[in-house]
């Protein structure tokens, strides 16, 4: 299992500060964090009508 961190590749399970960050049951292996994931999602969220941004973010090259 990974943290919905993106920059973080710890396994939250083994964790004695795990935080469960969504409702589907996504972890955060402690606060720190969480708080960087809600940074990244926040961020998602304000770009995605922004195909530039959005083709970035999921390695889309337009010439394809």
Do not use: H
């Amino acid at each position: 299992m990974k943290c919905v961190n993106e920059n973080c590749k710890d396994d939250p399970t083994k964790s004695i500060r795990m935080v469960i960050a969504t409702e589907d049951g996504d972890l955060a292996c402690c606060p720190e964090c969480m708080r960087e994931y809600e940074k990244q999602r926040d961020e998602f969220m304000d770009n995605i009508g922004n195909d530039e941004w959005y083709n970035k973010w999921m390695n889309i090259d337009e010439r394809d």
